[in-house]
């Protein structure tokens, strides 16, 4: 409650010109970190956050930046603070249980991901539940992550990751038959996305009798992912070693 009421203090201290040159700088950050230019970006961000200390969205975007950077450390102070400020704003919620998923702590992830499903003016819902999906996973909580992958691909058909929740889900409850078809649906819908699922197709494939099939597909991938930890897996698949070509 003491963080809520001081907001309207601080914001009271930076004028309207003063706040729009917040945002340009907020934007212009994030834009070089899309450009990859990282350390510009964090400079420019944290000059955003200087001008407007209630600019929530610098803070998270920061945060994001100093991922790249790898600074989990500071990261994690940036995105406590903008959700300090913005609680209930979906994008702070996604994209700090996105840091917390891969930091291993899923069960605080998944709490993020239900609380952003709440703001209904967000835009990307389907992204977040493809996210709460892959919390689940973690937190064993498989025919819920199943069901929430699903109501991922019907709000937004192209989101690949939905697909690859829905068939770990799957696999993991030994429904080989919708594990493998959520997997080729990825590969079919996402190409440049489905090495992964080649790998985990091919996999199945081996698993349910059908070596012929999985070990021409793991073939593939190793064929065209040379020196990738993708190419590692399918290996492990064939049997390690140098087998496979």
């Not at 809520?4 to 070089?32: F, W």
């Not at 703001?119 to 992204?127: E, G, H």
């Not at 937190?139 to 019907?154: D, F, Q, S």
């Not at 996999?203 to 059908?210: F, P, R």
């Amino acid at each position: 409650m003491l963080a809520l009421l001081l907001l309207p203090l601080l914001g009271g201290c930076v004028s309207k010109a003063t706040v729009m040159r917040a945002s340009t700088q907020s934007d212009l950050g994030t834009a070089y970190y899309k450009e990859g230019q990282i350390e510009l970006a964090i400079e420019t961000l944290r000059h955003a956050i200087e001008l407007d200390p209630g600019n929530w969205r610098a803070r998270s975007n920061l945060a994001i930046a100093y991922v790249a950077k790898g600074q989990p450390d500071l990261a994690r102070a940036s995105f406590k603070a903008a959700l300090r400020q913005a609680p209930r704003e979906a994008e702070v919620l996604n994209n700090y249980g996105t840091f917390l998923l891969a930091a291993g702590e899923a069960p605080e992830a998944e709490a993020l991901f239900r609380k952003a499903l709440e703001d209904l003016d967000y835009r990307n819902p389907a992204i977040v539940y493809s996210n709460l999906a892959a919390a689940l996973i973690q937190t064993g909580k498989l025919e819920e992550a199943e069901r929430v992958a699903e109501e991922a691909i019907r709000r937004m058909p192209a989101l690949c990751d939905s697909y690859y929740q829905l068939g770990r889900a799957q696999e993991q409850q030994k429904d080989t038959p919708g594990a493998l078809d959520a997997y080729a649906r990825l590969a079919d819908s996402c190409p440049t996305e489905s090495m992964n699922a080649k790998v985990k197709v091919g996999c199945l494939q081996i698993a349910s009798g059908q070596q012929a099939l999985g070990a021409a597909l793991l073939e593939e991938v190793i064929l065209n992912a040379r020196g990738t930890t993708v190419e590692k897996d399918a290996r492990a698949c064939l049997g390690g070693g140098d087998g496979g070509g």
